[in-house]
């Protein structure tokens, strides 16, 4: 059964400093996996997905297959990135579509 | 666009009772996905419909039970309350033919209390 795994439910930063919220998967296929984002008051939303290894809003995340791992990593952490995280990883058993696996979150509180 | 909608947004019930849940996908989105958010963990899936069929299935019993309308608008009906279904239920809707696979787009959920 898969499963995802973030360890830290809090994570505090200055600003300016950098953030990296950690996630570990557990699954026997080839992961998709995902990183969700909740703003205060807003309704939670895509941030990126691995496999279009792109950096949204400053933040990359890279899919190490040997560790089982999906961290999120930003250089310079900002006050506006304050928010809760999750990781997700997606089983679409072949289908076009599928479920996502969601972790437990990780409130990110950045100081100013 | 509205995006996603769910209705009701709050809701109370006593044990036993019964509950629909209702949403509306964003435009042009034919998926429609429902997840269980309990108090200080990630959401957990429920079900899933396309095509006016439930098409994947998360660990939840029988009392949980589910409608996709030809609108693509979708129902969740849970039976027999617990106390543990009090959450916050999310409905996510997606698009199977051109979406991106996970790409869920959610709604502000339904809080669901059970005395």
């Known amino acids: 059964a898969q499963r995802v795994t973030q360890p830290e439910k809090l994570l505090s930063v200055f600003k300016g400093a950098p953030v990296e919220l950690k996630c570990n998967y557990s699954y026997s296929g080839s992961p998709e996996l995902f990183w969700y984002v909740q703003y205060s008051r807003q309704r939670l939303q895509l941030l990126l997905r691995?496999?279009s290894r792109e950096s949204i809003k400053g933040f990359t995340a890279d899919l190490n297959k040997g560790e089982t791992s999906f961290h999120l990593k930003k250089p310079f952490a900002q006050e506006e990135d304050s928010a809760m995280y999750y990781c997700?990883?997606?089983?679409?058993?072949?289908?076009?579509?599928?479920?996502?696996?969601f972790g437990q979150g990780t409130i990110l509180t950045v100081h100013p | 666009d509205a995006g996603v909608t769910q209705s009701p947004t709050h809701l109370i019930k006593t044990r036993g009772q019964q509950v629909t849940l209702r949403c509306s996908p964003k435009s042009g989105h034919d998926t429609v996905s429902w997840y269980q958010q309990a108090l200080g963990q990630g959401p957990q899936f429920i079900f899933q419909?396309?095509?006016?069929?439930?098409?994947q299935r998360g660990n939840f019993p029988d009392r949980f039970s589910g409608h996709q309308f030809p609108n693509y608008s979708s129902e969740l009906n849970v039976n027999a309350l617990l106390l543990g279904d009090s959450a916050l239920y999310l409905c996510a809707s997606s698009l199977v033919a051109g979406g991106l696979p996970g790409e869920l787009f959610f709604g502000e959920g339904s809080r669901l209390t059970v005395l």
């Open positions: 691995h496999i």
């Open positions: 419909y396309y095509e006016e069929e439930e098409r």
């Open positions: 997700a990883l997606l089983n679409a058993g072949g289908t076009s579509y599928g479920k996502l696996t």
